[in-house]
């Protein structure tokens, strides 16, 4: 059931008669919402989540909700920020309290905000030690002006810098009714009302003004000493659950997103199949696709050792030239639609990924579509469609980033 306030918050619920009840309040507030004065809010915001509100000390939130023997959680990503209660049915009520909180009556008191510059120190260290989470964050910073290109993580000379009244004026600007949606799965459609009823403390309307993402493509290198090279060249893609974004999504799956037999070999993706005969070196390589509300990427990620990371990187762009020159049978397509739809279905069976979905969905549309819809959108992608999208990252502007000991790694212009 999807309903719609008065003051334009979104209320999704599903009823699935588990004994388990979860929450979720999802904010457009990511990353891509911040300003150059404060760059790495959202990142602090993401941890001040269990900081003292207006109704409940820092400590009695956190005795309370396991004394209901509950989670809170949050998450965040580059556009949305969810906060999630996961607790026994009986309990519920009680647990959404603390929710409301959470999400509508923070007070950021300067003590608390100073005692997150640890915790933000030890998640850019952990980020550090991951060279994907580089690579990845280095492509969007390198790929567009501001919005996207806004890191998930603090950057390093803001650190203990964010102030509480950016905490707060940020929170007044994007925690708004018209940029906020509840999703409920194991709830009533009636309880979900009065949470949201409850976040009426929040202000209504549309909140700030968005900046609109700008593909520009270019090139990031981060030279270090590590063996092994990770690269990942992309190109401008799909808009999230545009026609084109299935089509990125099938052509993903075409060129090998990652084995599909545990601790498999990948060698039947096109792209490895590809590589194999340019290297006899070791390797990995999959397809890239990242979609957001008004932009997108895809591209091909590949790791290999440093000596051998130019001849796998252009052999994989070779393969996706391949399929933009019309190299891709109808039977390719066939088996990756089946494994879109595959994955997209047995995502749907965590209660995690489901609430996801319905709230992205609801965010974006204030709608639920259902799977049989997505399934059908997938099933009208053809072949055109996807040697179209190949012809895209071939033809466009692409973007490069690269971290590891880069001396025989070829520039963005070079592939």
């Known amino acids: 059931t999807v309903s719609k306030l008065p003051n334009g918050l979104v209320i999704a619920s599903l009823e699935n008669y588990s004994p388990l009840s979860s929450v979720g309040v999802f904010v457009k507030a990511g990353s891509r919402y911040e300003t150059l004065e404060n760059q790495g809010v959202s990142h602090v915001l993401r941890l001040a989540a269990n900081l003292t509100t207006k109704g409940a000390s820092a400590?009695?939130?956190c005795r309370s909700v396991e004394a209901l023997g509950g989670s809170l959680s949050v998450t965040s990503s580059r556009e949305t920020m969810v906060y999630t209660a996961d607790c026994l049915r009986d309990h519920a009520e009680s647990l959404l309290?603390?929710?409301?909180?959470?999400?509508?009556?923070?007070e950021f008191r300067p003590w608390e905000v100073d005692d997150?510059?640890?915790?933000?120190?030890?998640?850019r260290a952990l980020a550090q030690q991951c060279p994907q989470i580089g690579v990845i964050e280095k492509l969007h910073e390198a790929a567009y002006k501001?919005?996207?290109?806004?890191s998930l993580y603090c950057p390093d000379y803001m650190v203990g810098r964010i102030s509480p009244k950016q905490l707060q004026s940020f929170v007044e600007e994007n925690f708004t009714t018209g940029r906020?949606?509840?999703?409920?799965?194991?709830?009533?459609?009636?309880?979900?009302?009065?949470?949201?009823?409850?976040?009426?403390?929040?202000r209504s309307g549309v909140g700030a003004p968005v900046a609109k993402a700008v593909y520009r493509g270019g090139e990031l290198r981060d030279q270090n000493s590590d063996d092994l090279v990770h690269a990942l060249i992309a190109n401008e893609g799909g808009v999230t659950g545009s026609a084109e974004a299935n089509a990125f999504s099938v052509l993903q799956r075409v060129l090998g997103a990652g084995p599909h037999v545990k601790r498999g070999s990948n060698i039947t993706s096109k792209l490895s199949q590809g590589i194999a005969k340019a290297t006899t070196q070791p390797f990995d390589a999959t397809a890239f696709n990242a979609s957001y509300s008004d932009s997108g990427l895809f591209g091909v990620y590949t790791i290999a050792q440093a000596d051998s990371a130019g001849e796998v990187i252009k052999a994989a762009i070779a393969q996706v030239r391949g399929v933009a020159e019309g190299n891709v049978?109808?039977?390719?397509?066939?088996?990756?639609?089946?494994?879109v739809k595959a994955e997209y279905l047995m995502s749907l069976e965590s209660s995690e990924s489901l609430m996801e979905e319905i709230?992205?969905?609801?965010?974006?549309?204030?709608?639920?579509?259902?799977?049989?819809?997505?399934?059908?959108?997938?099933d009208a992608v053809t072949q055109d469609d996807v040697i179209k999208a190949a012809k895209k990252f071939v033809n466009g502007k692409k973007t490069m980033a690269a971290s590891g000991h880069l001396a025989n790694t070829p520039f963005v212009d070079e592939v």
């Open 116 to 123: 997150l510059t640890s915790r933000v120190k030890i998640d």
């Open 180 to 202: 906020m949606a509840l999703v409920g799965l194991g709830v009533k459609h009636s309880v979900l009302r009065q949470v949201g009823e409850g976040l009426l403390s929040v």
């Open 97 to 106: 309290e603390f929710l409301v909180n959470v999400t509508s009556a923070q």
């Open 329 to 339: 049978s109808e039977a390719d397509i066939t088996r990756a639609k089946n494994q």
């Open 359 to 378: 709230g992205a969905q609801a965010l974006t549309t204030a709608a639920y579509q259902p799977p049989d819809t997505v399934l059908q959108n997938i």
């Open 59 to 61: 400590f009695k939130l």
């Open 146 to 150: 501001g919005a996207l290109s806004n």
